[in-house]
Structures are given as C-alpha cells and as structure tokens.
C-alpha cells in the first residue's frame, strides 16, 4: 500500500564529478520507482549533475535544505521555485543538524513545508530525540511536539503525500542504531500523532522513514516492521555498492 523510499542523505560529502561517477554506477541497477523508491538527496551544488546524470533512471532527486520564500533578498539561500524548476522532486527538512548548527526552528520548518507543497515538491520533514530527552524519557512527546508543529495548517491530502524521516540524534553517524523496536516504537508514535491531527486513513498514507546507521546489514530488520516504510541513510549512501544494497533491500 505504501511504497517504500529509501534515500541518501549525502551531507556535504560529494562534488559533481563524484555525483556523475556515482549516479553512472547505480543509474541501472535501481528497482523499479513502483516497488522502492530510490532517492538521493545531494548538496545544492551537486543537484545539476545529479539531475542531468539521473534522467531517464528510476533515481528521484532531493534538495537536503530549502528556504521558504521563492526568490528575494536572501543572500545564500535556496529557493523552491527554483528546485522545482530544475526537476527536484523532495526536499529535506529540519534535519537535527540544520536545527542544531543552524538553529532552525519548528517554525521555519513549518513554512518550509508549505514553500515545498506550494511548488510541488514533497517535503521529507526530520524529526528526532537527543540521548538527553530520551534518557529523561520524553522521547515520545518530544518527537509529537516536532511533529505537530512541522505539520502546522497543512491540508489532509498534502500530509497523506508527506514523508516524514524519524532520526534519534544519538544514532546519528555514531554506528549505534536504535534497534528495530525502539525505531519502530517512536515511528509508531509519529503515524498516532498524524492519525490524531488528520485521521486514520491520512495516517495510513504517510510515509515514515527511520534513520541513524542505517546501513546493508540492518535495512532489512528495519524495513520488516509495520511502521517504517523506509530509510534516510547518511554514511552507507555514500558508496555505490552500499547504496544498492539499501535500496534492493527486498532481493
Ligand atoms: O542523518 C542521517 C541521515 O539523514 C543518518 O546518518 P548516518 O546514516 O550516517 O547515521
């Protein structure tokens, strides 16, 4: 009923030479965009040669970050007129790094998601607890609260199209994953939380992504459970065997 997505996250790992090296190396062993979606999500400096080197492939191109307005006086923005225009079908939003380094706030991430909707892309919107909150045992209503306000005045059939990323900031690039149950835990509080504001059938809809060390040897354990409907990968997405690997998770 959902089709799974897995997505790179690459950071600010690749150049364009190495987007064009890598898209060339997966480009034909993807599966079909109808059974896993494939995405990767590039710096914008990399999206020309990933667009221009992913055409005519089953590959899906993502922004890792956008602004919310579509062009003004914005020195060094990225504007999502503009990424729709070039072909960009997701973007990624409020990733703990850009709250954490770049102090965005639930309610940039909000007007984000709007921008994105406004253009006709599809938001991947991140959400996430730090070893602090969980340890306190607030993981639950701290991801709810994200949630919430990221979904903030967006319609029923905007967020029934939405994916939304689940990433404990403790499992990031540490090599320590939340096991499948703890993932499957809070991913499961993420769909409550959307069946609450909407309801159940929006809820059935929406696709929930885990990530944090996601890598070959766990995406199948992940992916089994009921709640998790697919992977935002850092790290093993940087290489293409691993990246196919992630997305032919089924074979
Ligand atoms: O932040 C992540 C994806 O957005 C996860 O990164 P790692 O897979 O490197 O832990």
Redesign the pocket.
């Known amino acids: 009923m959902r089709t799974p997505i897995i997505a790179g996250?690459w950071k600010m790992n690749m150049n364009p030479e190495q987007t064009a090296e890598f898209v060339k190396a997966v480009k034909d062993k993807l599966p079909k965009a109808t059974e896993v979606e494939s995405v990767i999500a590039a710096p914008a400096v990399d999206l020309p040669a990933l667009l221009e080197n992913a055409k005519g492939s089953e590959l899906k191109v993502a922004a890792e970050n956008c602004y919310f307005e579509d062009e003004g006086a914005f020195t060094g923005e990225t504007s999502p007129k503009v990424l729709k225009e070039m072909g960009v079908d997701y973007v990624i939003i409020g990733?703990s790094e850009r709250r954490d380094y770049f102090h965005e706030t639930d309610e940039d991430i909000n007007k984000k998601a709007h921008a994105i909707f406004n253009n006709g892309m599809t938001p991947i919107v991140?959400c996430g607890e730090s070893l602090e909150t969980r340890e306190a045992g607030k993981a639950e209503e701290w991801v709810e609260a994200q949630v919430k306000a990221a979904l903030k005045d967006l319609t029923a059939e905007q967020v029934s199209n939405l994916v939304i990323?689940y990433?404990p900031i403790w499992?990031?690039?540490?090599g320590k994953t939340a096991t499948s149950d703890q993932a499957e835990e809070i991913c499961a509080v993420v769909r409550k939380t959307v069946a609450d504001l909407y309801d159940q059938d929006v809820a059935d809809k929406v696709r929930i992504q885990y990530?944090?060390?996601?890598k070959p040897d766990n995406v199948k354990e992940l992916m089994a459970k009921p709640n998790i409907d697919g992977g935002?990968?850092?790290?093993?997405s940087l290489v293409p065997e691993s990246y196919l690997e992630l997305v032919n998770f089924n074979d």
């Open positions: 996250n990733h991140c990323a990433e499992a990031i690039g540490t990530g944090g060390s996601v935002l990968v850092g790290g093993a």
